[in-house]
T-cell receptor, first 112, second 113 residues
Framework: DQQVKQNSPSLSVQEGRISILNCDYT??????FLWYKKYPAEGPTFLIS?????DKNEDGRFTVFLNKSAKHLSLHIVPSQPGDSAVYFC???????????FGRGTSLIVHP | KAGVTQTPRYLIKTRGQQVTLSCSPI?????VSWYQQTPGQGLQFLFE???????NKGNFPGRFSGRQFSNSRSEMNVSTLELGDSALYLC????????????FGPGTRLTVT
C-alpha cells in the first residue's frame, strides 16, 4: 500500500508557465516532506523541503505548499524552464523515524 | 566539495552470484543510505548507516546487507542474486539523516541475467 502517491505519471507545460506537481499521502504521522528532482543517468537532487509546522516554503522559482488536513502537498515551479524537465519525487517521513517514503515520481516536460 | 561517488557504475551478474557495491559519501556526512529504484516500485529504502551502525532497515530480505566503515564509506552486498534484483542502486549521504536533505550518487545499474 503506497503511503505517498504521485498520481500523475507525467506533466507537460509550456515554457514560462506554472508547473504544479502534486503529492498525496495517507500516513497522518508524516511531518517532514521533501521534493527531489532527477535527470536521466543521475541521482536525485534535493530541491526543497517543508516541515508540518508550516504550510508554505519558497526557494526562488520553487514553492512547496502543504495542506495537512487534505494530506496533500504540491510543488509549484514559476516560471517553468526547459531545464526543469526531469522526474520529480516527493518524499515524506515520520517524526523520530529516519526512513523516508518516496512517491513513484512525476515526469515533467517543459516545452520551449 | 566532492559529491557522492558510487562504484562500479554498471554491473552484470548471473543468478546465484553475489555482488558488492561501494559508496563514498560527501566529506563530513555520517549518514549513508541505500535505495533500490525499479520502474515498477520507484525508490525504495534499503537501509541507513550512521557512524558505522545500521540505524534503519527497509523491507528487504536478508540477502541485502551493508556496512559502513570508520571513514563513512559504505558497501552494500547482495547475495544469491535473483533476476528481480536488477535495478538501479542509489546511495545517498546526509548530515542529519535519511529523512532530511540527502545528496545522491549517480547509482550503480545492476543487471542480473
Amino acid at each position: 500500500d503506497q503511503q505517498v502517491k504521485q498520481n500523475s505519471p507525467s506533466l507537460s507545460v509550456q515554457e514560462g508557465r506554472i508547473s504544479i506537481l502534486n503529492c498525496d499521502y495517507t500516513n497522518s504521522m508524516f511531518d517532514y516532506f521533501l521534493w527531489y528532482k532527477k535527470y536521466p543517468a543521475e541521482g536525485p537532487t534535493f530541491l526543497i523541503s517543508i516541515s508540518s509546522i508550516k504550510d508554505k516554503n519558497e526557494d526562488g522559482r520553487f514553492t512547496v505548499f502543504l495542506n495537512k488536513s487534505a494530506k496533500h502537498l504540491s510543488l509549484h515551479i514559476v516560471p517553468s524552464q526547459p531545464g526543469d524537465s526531469a522526474v520529480y519525487f516527493c518524499a515524506a517521513s515520520e517524526q523520530g523515524s529516519y526512513i523516508p517514503t518516496f512517491g513513484r515520481g512525476t515526469s515533467l516536460i517543459v516545452h520551449p | 566539495k566532492a559529491g557522492v561517488t558510487q562504484t562500479p557504475r554498471y554491473l552484470i551478474k548471473t543468478r546465484g552470484q553475489q555482488v558488492t557495491l561501494s559508496c563514498s559519501p560527501i566529506s563530513g556526512h555520517r549518514s549513508v543510505s541505500w535505495y533500490q529504484q525499479t520502474p515498477g516500485q520507484g525508490l525504495q529504502f534499503l537501509f541507513e548507516y550512521f557512524s558505522e551502525t545500521q540505524r534503519n532497515k527497509g523491507n528487504f530480505p536478508g540477502r541485502f546487507s551493508g556496512r559502513q566503515f570508520s571513514n563513512s564509506r559504505s558497501e552494500m552486498n547482495v547475495s544469491t542474486l535473483e533476476l528481480g534484483d536488477s535495478a538501479l542502486y542509489l546511495c545517498a549521504s546526509s548530515f542529519a539523516g535519511a529523512a532530511y536533505e540527502q545528496y545522491f550518487g549517480p547509482g550503480t545499474r545492476l543487471t542480473v541475467t
